[in-house]
């Protein structure tokens, strides 16, 4: 077997390369015995039976590892600027990064860790080994950081020491199935390494008693599932995306194939493994195979950090529910939108179903970003403010799963993947660092009669955008027409698959629905 050392850039030896396989140096040397090549000297230094071993160092073999991550995920994710951002600017909080499974989290933060960082080290909290030796550090140090580290790197991750030095970065993942280790982040803060956290199932945290992190010691992202932007750039077709008009100037051939990734998006949605698995075989239904496991998997999960039996049979009812809560014909109204859902999975499960664990299991659909919210502006008025009026699911691809397997109609699945899409899209604005619209999630808007599918109010300007969605082109929608002459909107936008342009509709304007959130303010 080829033997090769690993050492850090202080010249100490890390550990070692057995084959292709790194073993740190404290779990070489308990398992001395079981590699021959090895051998302990007096003064207890693992060294080779044969002389001097190849070598490189830590940072060379970081290098191995993204790249192997890389040929794994091929796709470049956004995210990664924001990483960045936060190891310059931020690092002195942790980083939390939260998004629904499979969307990433781990991927993304390994490839960072291992393109960024000289010692990496990998905590995974949902196994439970590795919980039990860091709850045990803990209390067992009585809360001496460093001690708790070091005792880690020794035990369970089989390292010779812990560097405490911004080189080094400790990466701890399913951060929600231990309360002690969660609360016990502003202590670790107290060292020089850097910390990342992430998980599935982040919900558990929010809606617990247990875990009781003060704000302001976490640097919050999310990952989503991938963007229309990050969908095209798996697709070779960002430059294309980047350099569309708005208003119909380019070459038809790119609205065209613009106008496929859309669609395909919308049947696929924007999880990686789904998208990866479309650019590998470009059969659809495999895809659709895999969205379906993703969310059995997830419900089988999720209900069981939930006690009662029925909990599984509420969230599937709840999806469901959700689907046709956004195919009513009056949404976001006075009504709330949790008893609508709460009325409906009574009348399709027949069980005694209160409106606290309906409430409780949307609360956990949409920390978990499986659904997310939407705000109204209740008569167009940017000042009165409703909270959570609507609800969407956060991936095309999931909601194309579930409309087919409800037997929704075409054209109202048409219309409805639209809004999700165009949701998603704006939701993203709404997320950015340095704030481009106001309040945290989109917002849609009812006066009287009229619907507004989405408002945006620019920070910079004030300005007013009012926006509606349509799956196909057609006639100006009345509620914009309304919304635009009674002044309660500056700028009147229909997002429809076109190549954009003017409407005939006063001063509104027509724009490819792709677009919405990548080209905004579309001037």
Same mark, same amino acid.
């Given at each position: 077997?080829?033997?090769?050392?690993?050492?850090?850039?202080?010249?100490?030896?890390?550990?070692?390369?057995?084959?292709?396989?790194?073993?740190?140096? %404290?779990?070489?040397?308990?398992?001395?015995?079981?590699?021959?090549?090895?051998?302990?000297?007096?003064?207890?230094?693992?060294?080779?039976?044969?002389?001097?071993?190849?070598?490189?160092?830590?940072?060379?073999?970081?290098?191995?590892?993204?790249?192997?991550?890389?040929?794994?995920?091929?796709?470049?994710?956004?995210?990664?600027?924001?990483?960045?951002?936060? %190891?310059?600017?931020?690092?002195?909080?942790?980083?939390?990064?939260?998004?629904?499974?499979?969307?990433?989290?781990?991927?993304?933060?390994?490839?960072?860790?291992?393109?960024?960082?000289?010692?990496?080290?990998?905590?995974?909290?949902?196994?439970?080994?590795?919980?039990?030796?860091?709850?045990?550090?803990?209390?067992?140090?009585?809360?001496?950081?460093?001690?708790?580290?070091?005792?880690?790197?020794?035990?369970?991750?089989?390292?010779?020491?812990?560097?405490?030095? $911004?080189?080094?970065?400790?990466?701890?993942?399913?951060?929600?199935?231990? $309360?002690?280790?969660?609360?016990?982040?502003?202590?670790?803060?107290?060292?020089?390494?850097?910390?990342?956290?992430? #998980?599935?199932?982040?919900?558990?945290?929010?809606?617990?008693?247990?875990?009781?992190?003060?704000?302001?010691?976490?640097?919050?992202?999310?990952?989503?599932?991938?963007?229309?932007?990050?969908?095209?750039?798996?697709?070779?077709?960002?430059?294309?995306?980047?350099?569309?008009?708005?208003?119909?100037?380019?070459?038809?051939?790119?609205?065209?194939?613009?106008?496929?990734?859309?669609?395909?998006?919308?049947?696929?949605?924007?999880?990686?493994?789904?998208?990866?698995?479309?650019?590998?075989?470009?059969?659809?239904?495999?895809?659709?195979?895999?969205?379906?496991?993703?969310?059995?998997?997830?419900?089988?999960?999720?209900?069981?950090?939930?006690?009662?039996?029925?909990?599984?049979?509420?969230?599937?009812?709840?999806?469901?529910?959700?689907?046709?809560?956004?195919?009513?014909?009056?949404?976001?109204?006075?009504?709330?939108?949790?008893?609508?859902?709460?009325? =409906?999975?009574?009348?399709?499960?027949?069980?005694?179903?209160?409106?606290?664990?309906?409430?409780?299991?949307?609360?956990?659909?949409?920390?978990?970003?499986?659904?997310?919210?939407?705000?109204?502006?209740?008569? #167009?008025?940017?000042?009165?403010?409703?909270?959570?009026?609507?609800?969407? =699911?956060?991936?095309?691809?999931?909601?194309?799963?579930?409309?087919?397997?409800?037997?929704?109609?075409?054209?109202?699945?048409? #219309?409805?993947?639209?809004?999700? =899409?165009?949701?998603?899209?704006?939701?993203?604005?709404?997320?950015?660092?340095?704030?481009?619209?106001?309040?945290?999630?989109?917002?849609?808007?009812?006066?009287? %009669?009229?619907?507004?599918?989405?408002?945006?109010?620019?920070?910079?300007?004030?300005?007013?955008?009012?926006?509606?969605?349509?799956?196909?082109?057609?006639?100006?929608?009345?509620?914009?027409?309304?919304?635009?002459?009674? #002044?309660?909107?500056?700028?009147?936008?229909?997002?429809?698959?076109?190549?954009?342009?003017?409407?005939?509709?006063?001063?509104?304007?027509?724009?490819?629905?792709?677009?919405?959130?990548?080209?905004?303010?579309?001037?």
């Amino acid at each position: 077997m080829k033997i090769t050392r690993v050492r850090f850039s202080n010249g100490d030896t890390a550990g070692f390369l057995l084959g292709t396989e790194y073993v740190g140096y %404290q779990a070489v040397l308990n398992e001395i015995s079981s590699i021959p090549e090895l051998t302990v000297n007096k003064q207890g230094v693992v060294r080779s039976v044969k002389g001097t071993l190849p070598e490189v160092t830590m940072r060379q073999y970081n290098s191995f590892r993204y790249s192997a991550l890389q040929r794994n995920a091929p796709l470049v994710r956004d995210i990664q600027g924001s990483f960045s951002a936060w %190891q310059r600017k931020y690092s002195s909080m942790a980083l939390y990064l939260s998004g629904a499974r499979q969307v990433g989290k781990t991927t993304e933060l390994l490839k960072f860790a291992y393109n960024n960082y000289e010692q990496v080290l990998y905590v995974d909290l949902s196994q439970r080994g590795v919980r039990e030796a860091f709850e045990s550090a803990i209390n067992r140090t009585n809360s001496s950081a460093y001690l708790v580290m070091s005792s880690l790197c020794r035990g369970i991750l089989g390292e010779r020491y812990f560097w405490n030095a $911004p080189s080094t970065i400790l990466l701890i993942d399913e951060i929600q199935e231990s $309360p002690t280790v969660y609360n016990y982040i502003r202590k670790l803060l107290s060292l020089e390494c850097h910390l990342a956290v992430t #998980g599935s199932y982040l919900g558990r945290v929010i809606m617990s008693k247990d875990f009781f992190l003060p704000a302001g010691s976490t640097y919050d992202l999310e990952l989503q599932p991938l963007s229309f932007k990050e969908f095209c750039r798996a697709f070779n077709a960002e430059n294309t995306l980047n350099k569309i008009d708005v208003f119909g100037k380019s070459d038809n051939d790119d609205y065209v194939a613009l106008t496929k990734l859309y669609e395909l998006q919308l049947r696929i949605g924007g999880y990686p493994a789904v998208v990866q698995a479309y650019k590998q075989t470009g059969d659809v239904d495999s895809c659709v195979r895999l969205i379906a496991n993703l969310l059995s998997r997830f419900t089988d999960e999720s209900s069981h950090y939930f006690v009662d039996d029925k909990s599984k049979l509420i969230f599937e009812n709840v999806y469901r529910a959700s689907v046709f809560e956004q195919l009513s014909e009056k949404k976001g109204t006075a009504k709330l939108m949790t008893d609508e859902i709460t009325n =409906f999975v009574k009348q399709d499960t027949k069980l005694p179903v209160s409106r606290n664990e309906v409430n409780s299991a949307i609360s956990w659909l949409v920390y978990s970003r499986v659904l997310g919210y939407c705000d109204l502006y209740n008569n #167009g008025d940017v000042s009165q403010l409703l909270q959570a009026r609507r609800l969407y =699911f956060r991936d095309c691809g999931l909601l194309s799963y579930l409309v087919r397997l409800h037997g929704v109609d075409v054209a109202s699945a048409k #219309g409805l993947l639209a809004e999700t =899409f165009v949701y998603n899209e704006l939701y993203r604005l709404h997320k950015k660092a340095v704030p481009i619209v106001a309040n945290p999630v989109p917002c849609c808007s009812v006066k009287n %009669q009229y619907e507004l599918d989405f408002l945006l109010v620019e920070c910079l300007t004030g300005r007013k955008f009012g926006i509606e969605v349509k799956s196909n082109k057609g006639t100006a929608p009345k509620s914009l027409s309304y919304y635009e002459e009674n #002044g309660l909107i500056d700028v009147a936008v229909i997002a429809e698959r076109t190549r954009g342009g003017k409407s005939e509709n006063r001063n509104s304007i027509r724009i490819p629905i792709y677009t919405v959130a990548e080209k905004f303010p579309y001037i």
